[in-house]
């Protein structure tokens, strides 16, 4: 069982490696440059793959926090607590990349537009969701109040991504939906958009597999430990 299950890690890292380059080369070399922006532009077949995973990461948090209250399998808890892991990286990329955008679009690193300011506080919720689960309580009860967190936190996801509808926001409206992208750049995004979802599926299942791992040592440090009290 272990060792097929290594073995389709295998396979998904792989896949996704090839992926990711395929879509960079895509991205700096078939993606046509953009006629007012310049090469700035391309900076978007990154931020929005990263800006989807992030919102992908925390609808699985959701779930499986809910799960987790529900069945109270640890196997869910290990889910949500992996993709928190990955999902604050890939937040905090996509929350990099618009500020490099915006300081070449914009003439400024930050701004407190609406799109921005919910997507800051996303990353918060995801900063408090980890240091909760490392703030030193006994695990099941550190479990029990991230996935509560988790809930309640993914209400912000749909606030980000309806921001530019909500409110009046400086953010670019979606081109995807518009028709503002040529074809080429459209396949670009396709592409960069599926090597980062596969990216985050790779570094989630090596997350809970690793999380497995470290739940059947502590399984068998603690029935050695058993053991021993009893022969004493």
């Known amino acids: 069982m272990k060792n097929n299950d290594s073995s389709k890690l295998a396979v998904l890292t792989l896949l996704s490696a090839l992926l990711m380059l395929a879509a960079l080369l895509i991205v700096f070399i078939y993606a046509p440059e953009e006629q007012t922006m310049g090469s700035i532009q391309k900076i978007f077949y990154f931020h929005v793959p990263t800006a989807w995973v992030s919102f992908l ?24 607590r992996s993709s928190a892991e990955v999902g604050f990286i890939f937040n905090t990329i996509m929350l990099a990349t618009g500020s490099i955008w915006a300081k070449a679009v914009w003439n400024t690193w930050w701004t407190w537009d609406p799109r921005l300011t919910t997507s800051l506080i996303l990353w918060f919720i995801y900063a408090g969701y980890l240091l909760v689960r490392n703030f030193g309580f006994e695990r099941e009860r550190s479990a029990r109040f991230a996935a509560v967190i988790g809930i309640i936190g993914f209400a912000d996801v749909p606030v980000v991504a309806l921001s530019i509808v909500l409110w009046r926001t400086q ?16 396949i670009t995004l396709i592409t960069s958009v599926i090597a980062f979802t596969v990216l985050y599926f790779a570094l989630l299942a090596t997350s809970v597999f690793i999380g497995r791992m470290e739940d059947a040592v502590n399984e068998l440090e603690a029935s050695d430990n058993s053991g021993e009290r009893t022969v004493k």
Do not use: Q
Not at 63 to 80: H, Q
Not at 171 to 186: I, K, R, W
């Open 57 to 80: 990461t925390f609808f699985v948090i959701f779930v499986s926090s809910i799960c987790y209250l529900a069945k109270g399998n640890a196997l869910w808890d290990n889910v949500a």
């Open 171 to 186: 953010h670019p409206s979606a081109l995807v939906f518009e028709g503002g992208l040529t074809p080429s750049m459209f």
